[in-house]
């Protein structure tokens, strides 16, 4: 089984001072020793990097880089991917979810990927199930 990490769960692992902090750092460990194999896409390493840098620091984004994702297999999304995503953002017409979400939930069907470790709820109103 293929659990897809979300930008949602990186920033709960690595802000201490969350909300979700204490809940990602309980099911980071259990996550990564079980048969599993976590994965998650190049967009969400964007939205990840960029917000950790902006909202955390560069010693987050190193955290991230480091000790976060060498678990982590990354699926790079490509052209038709990244239209695929954009196509179901526009259509959506609203402010949520994001399009990094819309791609992210593209590459779930894609890779059969049925639980997103995420704090996002947009997630679960697209049919995945969650970790939390």
């Known amino acids: 089984m293929t659990i897809l990490v979300d930008t949602s769960a990186f920033l709960a692992l690595l802000d201490a001072d969350g909300d ?3 809940a ?3 099911l980071w460990q259990p996550l990564v020793s ?3 194999s976590l994965a998650c896409t190049n967009c969400i390493l964007v939205e990840t990097f960029a917000l950790a840098q902006r909202r955390l620091g560069m010693g987050a ?5 480091e000790d976060l994702l ?3 297999v990354v699926d790079w999304v490509d052209a038709y991917g990244h239209g695929s995503g954009v196509s179901a953002f526009l259509i959506a017409g609203r402010r949520d979810p994001s399009l990094v979400d819309c ?3 593209d ?4 890779l059969d990927i049925e639980t997103a470790f ?7 109103e697209q049919g995945f199930s969650t970790v939390p």
């Not at 984004?61 to 880089?65: E, G, S």
């Not at 590459?107 to 894609?110: I, T």
């Not at 995420?118 to 679960?124: E, G, L, P, V």
């Open 20 to 22: 979700d902090h204490a």
């Open 70 to 72: 060498p678990v982590v």
């Open 34 to 36: 079980q048969d599993a």
């Open 61 to 65: 984004a190193r955290t991230l880089q």
């Open 118 to 124: 995420a704090f996002d709820r947009h997630f679960a």
């Open 24 to 26: 990602a750092k309980g």
């Open 107 to 110: 590459a779930m069907r894609r």
């Open 103 to 105: 791609v992210s939930f």
